[in-house]
């Protein structure tokens, strides 16, 4: 055996020991650096501020450790309609906008001469600004000038004032949240689509089964694993609306201050009454709740994806 | 059910796959696709179930002419190469799975299955997924899916290429048996002349999407039409020898004798000498002489290697004084020897 090949084969089965992690670690080290400081601290920080009382950003002074920020958002008439408000939304958009993407990413998946165009037509959402096409909304929802009124008055139905009514507000905003949510939606239905064996749509045409059939019966359960994660990370998104909100209203949580949402809530204790304290009360509140819908979900949809 | 094909072709631009090819298979027959890779015959098997548009040609099921009926109205049964199973149903689910389609109602449609479960043994893993069977179980179930609707015709795609060498034995049996008890025309696509020699009642030999000979399986060995159905059939291999005709008879290249035949063929024209190794008997009504190369036991009987020409030739004796380096006296009796041109392969004798 020759010298450079002995020495190989000591390296191959060289003992570990914390060395051995030494020089992964240190390429590993400014992701590590960079996570620590933009994710990982502030989310532990989070939960240290959203346990000090009077917490002053300024000065740093808090009276002491407590739960007085989370008594105070909990029972919160703003908060309680801020979560009402957002998970109204996320029952709303999640499944329908879930629904409307496997029916354009069915679409999508047919080989046409199109198929580009509407690519690209679908996936433009995803890489413009929410603030711009809350504008281009707003305008599409305007009283006097709108085109969805514009549309309805063609059909003989009277004009909607979609913004400033509240009830009707809140369904553009899902409206907007819907169709914001679908380019993301799409293109991980998409991707799952493609990674479906043909020859099982083949082997069901041939044992007899009509198209709707075979997307009942053979594609949907294949794509059960992609519709559950599309689902548990649209539900986490919609959870944080914020930006439709905020464009689709000019800054205000809706008409008569009728729409807050979790996120809008915090942000108008941050921002606009500078309580740190029971903004973080509330981004945590959120995680919580979040977090423990989303671990229903993944244990209900283990029962799924048994295959 | 009689399935008549008239013409039957497939392009896939300027590439032919499956030229013009006519037949008839015959009701309750067990019919074998034969061919070497890339010969065209999945591609029939395709356009029969109707997943593949034929681009010229006919296909009647009887009298029933079925060419531009789509795959879910034939009522074809389909077994494919990797089986297809659906992954997210179990074995019973999977069997019951086309007449869950047809709107047969849960009980009915279990107690219609059992049937079928209980002709090829899977009874034992109903409520297993695809993924925790063998590829024999898997292989029984796609055929047990296939059957459950009653197909008038089964078709194989490569039914046994993904199982172990006993396995391949032991199923290719079962196929058999499943095919004579349902009593159902079934077409299966094999490149193996062996597992096609040994189940089918006749085998279509295709090459290059051209139908080269369609027969019983003695037919193709005793009587091949051309060279390459010759060569393709028959194990061990056809001995080929080349040669001139002068004549009188045949001269293999770098040999002296000649070897008469009965036949009409214009002097010098080249030739391939083709014998089964069945066919040669050493030491008995000489015709010519050649030397022993080497011997195997096969079975009861040995298997030598002969020097003749530029070529070898493998014969069975039962003589076991034999030795190698012995020149021998090669006769050959009237079954299994022929004579082709070597240029088309055309069979003169």
Same mark, same amino acid.
């Given at each position: ?307 | ?11 896939? =631009?300027?590439?032919?796959? &499956?030229?013009?090819?006519? +037949?008839?298979?015959?009701?309750? %027959? #067990?019919?074998? !696709?034969?061919? *070497? ?98 590829? =024999?179980?898997?292989?029984? &179930?796609?055929?047990?899916? +296939?059957?459950?609707?009653?197909? %008038? #015709?089964?078709? !194989?795609?490569? *039914? ?190």
């Amino acid at each position: 055996m020759s010298l450079q090949k002995r020495k190989k084969s000591i390296d191959a089965d060289v003992k570990i020991t914390y060395k051995t992690y030494l020089k992964p670690l240190l390429y590993l080290l400014p992701f590590i650096i960079s996570i620590s400081i933009f994710t990982i601290y502030p989310f532990f920080n989070a939960f240290v501020i959203s346990l000090k009382e009077n917490y002053k950003a300024l000065s740093g002074s808090f009276t002491g450790f407590g739960f007085g920020n989370y008594e105070y958002v909990l029972t919160n008439e703003t908060f309680i309609l801020a979560l009402k408000n957002t998970i109204t939304y996320v029952l709303w958009v999640v499944p329908i906008s879930t629904a409307l993407s496997l029916l354009v990413a069915v679409l999508l998946n047919r080989r046409t001469k199109l198929q580009a165009f509407f690519q690209t037509a679908y996936f433009l959402p995803l890489v413009t600004s929410a603030i711009a096409i809350g504008l281009v909304w707003r305008w599409l929802f305007n009283f006097d000038y709108g085109l969805i009124n514009f549309v309805l008055s063609r059909l003989g139905a009277d004009a909607i004032n979609w913004l400033n009514n509240p009830s009707y507000a809140k369904i553009a905003l899902i409206v907007y949240g819907i169709w914001s949510m679908m380019p993301f939606t799409i293109i991980l239905l998409l991707a799952g689509l493609q990674n479906i064996n043909k020859q099982y749509l083949i082997a069901a045409q041939v044992d007899g089964s009509r198209p709707t059939q075979t997307f009942a019966y053979i594609t949907v359960p294949l794509l059960a694993p992609t519709i559950g994660l599309t689902m548990i990370v649209n539900m986490i998104t919609a959870f944080k609306v914020f930006n439709e909100l905020f464009a689709l209203f000019n800054g205000k949580p809706g008409p008569a201050y009728s729409l807050y949402t979790v996120i809008y809530f915090m942000y108008e204790q941050f921002y606009v009454k500078y309580r740190l304290g029971t903004a973080a009360a509330s981004a945590i509140a959120l995680f919580f709740i979040v977090m423990i819908l989303t671990l229903i979900q993944l244990y209900m949809q283990r029962k799924w994806k048994n295959y | 059910m009689k399935v008549t094909i008239k013409e039957l072709t497939k392009k896939f =631009g300027d590439f032919t796959a &499956v030229d013009h090819v006519s +037949a008839e298979f015959d009701d309750g %027959k #067990l019919i074998a !696709l034969l061919g *070497p890779s890339g010969c065209g015959k999945t591609t029939m098997l395709n356009m029969l179930s109707g997943i593949l548009p034929s681009t010229e040609g006919k296909i009647f099921f009887d009298d029933e002419d079925v060419t531009d009926l789509s795959a879910d109205k034939r009522g074809v049964g389909l077994v494919f190469q990797n089986y297809a199973l659906y992954p997210h149903m179990t074995v019973l689910e999977n069997v019951c799975f086309p007449l869950r389609i047809r709107g047969v109602p849960k009980k009915e449609r279990i107690e219609k299955a059992m049937k079928f479960i209980n002709l090829v043994h899977i009874e034992d893993y109903l409520d297993r997924k695809p993924a925790e069977l063998s590829g =024999g179980q898997q292989q029984r &179930v796609a055929i047990t899916r +296939a059957l459950i609707k009653k197909p %008038k #015709l089964l078709l !194989l795609d490569e *039914p046994l290429s993904n199982l172990d060498a006993k396995l391949r034995v032991e199923m290719r049996e079962e196929i058999r048996r499943i095919q004579k008890e349902s009593g159902v025309t079934t077409i299966f696509v094999t490149h193996d002349q062996e597992e096609a020699s040994s189940i089918s009642d006749s085998i279509m030999l295709l090459k290059r999407g051209v139908q080269q000979q369609f027969g019983t399986v003695d037919d193709l060995c005793d009587n091949p039409v051309n060279l390459f159905t010759a060569d393709f059939l028959g194990t061990p291999t056809i001995n080929q020898v080349h040669g001139t005709w002068s004549e009188k008879g045949f001269v293999a290249d770098g040999q002296t004798e000649i070897i008469s035949f009965n036949v009409n063929i214009p002097t010098g024209t080249r030739l391939i000498y083709a014998s089964r190794a069945e066919a040669l008997k050493l030491n008995q009504d000489k015709q010519f002489e050649a030397e022993i190369l080497e011997k195997y036991k096969v079975g009861k009987d040995t298997l030598v290697r002969l020097k003749y020409g530029n070529g070898s030739l493998r014969a069975y004796t039962e003589d076991k004084t034999i030795q190698i380096g012995d020149i021998v006296g090669v006769g050959m009796k009237d079954f299994g020897v022929f004579l082709f041109e070597a240029e088309s392969g055309k069979r003169l004798l």
